[in-house]
């Protein structure tokens, strides 16, 4: 009788123990790791981004003070975001938390979201795939490492230079495909695009921020009156988007900590430490003031003062045969902007969008429409201009497309897709010095543009000039394959 009990006691004692070291366990704090990326130097932007560095670095003190283990990277190359990403991974364990932020340039492809390093070279939309990080491959390789919480914050819903140069690609960010136990956070609506502000700091950042500073909210919550805030913020004209498969309760705010704001701004943490091979970007990108730009061409003057200016008569030369245009336009995508405007008459960027989307698919006659309500709200925005310069051109409505071309160049005297749409213009016109010109500024700043590359050879052999018109196209073809077929469906051979 006396074995059995000490049996019974031992296999109690046991019992007990191991129920103690179970709620230990359970009670003390996962781990939880951050990897925060802020992309703000990019060669192909006329100007360095001015929010993304500082975001991040309020955004990462904050999660420290939550209790998170925080990488940073700043202006960050391909190959650095590929070992920095490496790395990130390399410390998830099952169980835990794991939240990537990336502020900088984004873009969609085949309805994927894509970080883009600052030197990405893109210039076909494969090309998005190749330099680009896919969210979705992001979040599915956190999931593989046995992360149960999976936190993506994507502030890249900016107007960005490289979905301009193939005119297929849809603006902004894509929905995510996120597997059991994530949460993904758009700072703007699927498809949105937004202007980086001229302050040093994004007011979604700061929003954010301000949430994660609110104790006792659940990650939902916080996303959510994030969203609520920016939203009310901008008049609905920025409204952040939440995705979420959470089946358990997580909040970022520990029991004691994050009630504590800070007063000072934070010190900048170190960065990803890196070799210079790896991470200096080019040149071009690396100093926060851009170089002096050379000498660009004056805007010419309003075309009835532009008989001074004409080449001198050609020969005659049959017209130009009109442009190929097939309608092809996303039904969806109009469907949820035009909720869009219902919902808000004076939302300028949901008629911006729905102008790009109609343009896209061919209807530039209700693309110039959209682009009107655009600038009836915006007026100086100069890429509504520009858009519906080019729409303007594509139709063969020239003088009005110069004077919107003109109109985008008064506004932002460097803005090199103006430049190229005025480059058409002046081919189609029939004026090849003045289209050469344009094109040279345009070339002077980005030397592979294709399109101007390709409007400039043709300008140059209408001009007489064999050698250089073939050196031109058969540079352009190089880089975009399809570029004279491009040329083509605008109405110019």
């Given at each position: 009788?006396?074995?059995?009990?000490?049996?019974?006691?031992?296999?109690?004692?046991?019992?007990?123990?191991?129920?103690?070291?179970?709620?230990?366990?359970?009670?003390?704090?996962?781990?939880?790791?951050?990897?925060?990326?802020?992309?703000?130097?990019?060669?192909?932007?006329?100007?360095?981004?001015?929010?993304?560095?500082?975001?991040?670095?309020?955004?990462?003190?904050?999660?420290?003070?939550?209790g998170f283990d925080v990488e940073v990277g700043e202006n960050l190359n391909r190959e650095a975001m590929q070992r920095t990403l490496a790395k990130f991974y390399g410390k998830l364990q099952p169980g835990s938390v794991g939240l990537v932020y990336f502020s900088g340039y984004g873009i969609q492809s085949a309805r994927q979201s894509y970080m883009l390093p600052v030197d990405a070279q893109i210039w076909a939309e494969?090309?998005?795939?190749?330099?680009?990080?896919?969210?979705?491959?992001?979040?599915?390789?956190?999931?593989?490492?046995?992360?149960?919480?999976?936190?993506?914050?994507?502030?890249?819903?900016?107007?960005?230079?490289?979905?301009?140069?193939?005119?297929?690609?849809?603006?902004?960010?894509?929905?995510?495909?996120?597997?059991?136990?994530?949460?993904?956070?758009?700072?703007?609506?699927?498809?949105?695009?937004?202007?980086?502000?001229?302050?040093?700091?994004?007011?979604?950042?700061?929003?954010?921020?301000?949430?994660?500073?609110?104790?006792?909210?659940?990650?939902?919550?916080?996303?959510?009156?994030?969203?609520?805030?920016?939203?009310?913020?901008?008049?609905?004209?920025?409204?952040?988007?939440?995705?979420?498969?959470?089946?358990?309760?997580?909040?970022?705010?520990?029991?004691?900590?994050?009630?504590?704001?800070?007063?000072?701004?934070?010190?900048?943490?170190?960065?990803?430490?890196?070799?210079?091979?790896?991470?200096?970007?080019?040149?071009?990108?690396?100093?926060?003031?851009?170089?002096?730009?050379?000498?660009?061409?004056?805007?010419?003057?309003?075309?009835?003062?532009?008989?001074?200016?004409?080449?001198?008569?050609?020969?005659?030369?049959?017209?130009?045969?009109?442009?190929?245009?097939?309608?092809?336009?996303?039904?969806?995508?109009?469907?949820?902007?035009?909720?869009?405007?219902?919902?808000?008459?004076?939302?300028?960027?949901?008629?911006?969008?729905?102008?790009?989307?109609?343009?896209?698919?061919?209807?530039?006659?209700?693309?110039?429409?959209?682009?009107?309500?655009?600038?009836?709200?915006?007026?100086?925005?100069?890429?509504?201009?520009?858009?519906?310069?080019?729409?303007?051109?594509?139709?063969?409505?020239?003088?009005?497309?110069?004077?919107?071309?003109?109109?985008?160049?008064?506004?932002?005297?460097?803005?090199?897709?103006?430049?190229?749409?005025?480059?058409?213009?002046?081919?189609?016109?029939?004026?090849?010095?003045?289209?050469?010109?344009?094109?040279?500024?345009?070339?002077?700043?980005?030397?592979?543009?294709?399109?101007?590359?390709?409007?400039?050879?043709?300008?140059?052999?209408?001009?007489?000039?064999?050698?250089?018109?073939?050196?031109?196209?058969?540079?352009?073809?190089?880089?975009?394959?399809?570029?004279?077929?491009?040329?083509?469906?605008?109405?110019?051979?």
């Amino acid at each position: 009788m006396r074995l059995i009990a000490l049996f019974i006691a031992a296999v109690t004692l046991a019992a007990l123990n191991h129920r103690e070291a179970s709620a230990q366990q359970a009670s003390a704090p996962r781990a939880q790791f951050a990897l925060l990326i802020g992309n703000a130097k990019y060669p192909d932007s006329e100007t360095p981004l001015k929010e993304p560095v500082n975001d991040i670095r309020a955004v990462a003190e904050e999660l420290r003070r939550n209790g998170f283990d925080v990488e940073v990277g700043e202006n960050l190359n391909r190959e650095a975001m590929q070992r920095t990403l490496a790395k990130f991974y390399g410390k998830l364990q099952p169980g835990s938390v794991g939240l990537v932020y990336f502020s900088g340039y984004g873009i969609q492809s085949a309805r994927q979201s894509y970080m883009l390093p600052v030197d990405a070279q893109i210039w076909a939309e494969t090309d998005v795939r190749r330099d680009g990080f896919g969210l979705d491959t992001t979040l599915a390789e956190m999931n593989s490492r046995g992360a149960s919480v999976k936190i993506a914050i994507l502030d890249a819903s900016r107007r960005n230079p490289f979905e301009r140069r193939f005119r297929t690609v849809s603006a902004g960010l894509a929905p995510a495909v996120a597997p059991t136990g994530t949460m993904v956070m758009l700072s703007a609506a699927p498809s949105a695009v937004i202007n980086d502000s001229a302050s040093d700091h994004g007011m979604f950042a700061g929003e954010l921020i301000k949430q994660l500073r609110t104790p006792g909210l659940s990650g939902e919550e916080v996303f959510n009156r994030t969203r609520i805030a920016v939203s009310r913020a901008t008049h609905g004209e920025q409204v952040p988007w939440l995705s979420s498969s959470m089946t358990e309760d997580y909040a970022f705010s520990r029991a004691s900590g994050s009630a504590v704001a800070a007063v000072t701004p934070p010190a900048p943490p170190s960065t990803v430490p890196t070799s210079p091979a790896a991470v200096s970007p080019p040149p071009s990108a690396t100093a926060v003031t851009p170089p002096p730009a050379p000498p660009l061409p004056p805007v010419p003057a309003p075309p009835q003062q532009q008989a001074a200016r004409v080449d001198p008569p050609a020969p005659p030369s049959p017209p130009p045969p009109a442009p190929t245009i097939k309608i092809n336009v996303d039904e969806a995508a109009i469907r949820d902007l035009d909720r869009r405007i219902a919902q808000n008459p004076k939302d300028a960027a949901a008629y911006y969008r729905r102008g790009q989307e109609y343009a896209k698919g061919g209807d530039y006659a209700t693309a110039i429409k959209d682009f009107d309500e655009t600038l009836k709200l915006t007026p100086r925005d100069a890429e509504a201009y520009n858009n519906r310069c080019w729409a303007n051109a594509v139709l063969g409505n020239l003088q009005a497309a110069l004077k919107d071309c003109n109109e985008a160049l008064t506004i932002r005297p460097r803005f090199t897709d103006a430049l190229d749409s005025r480059g058409l213009v002046n081919l189609k016109l029939g004026l090849a010095t003045q289209a050469i010109t344009d094109y040279d500024a345009v070339l002077r700043i980005d030397p592979r543009q294709a399109s101007s590359l390709y409007g400039r050879g043709v300008a140059r052999l209408r001009s007489g000039n064999k050698a250089g018109g073939d050196d031109d196209i058969a540079a352009a073809k190089i880089i975009n394959p399809k570029i004279a077929e491009e040329f083509v469906s605008y109405g110019v051979r």
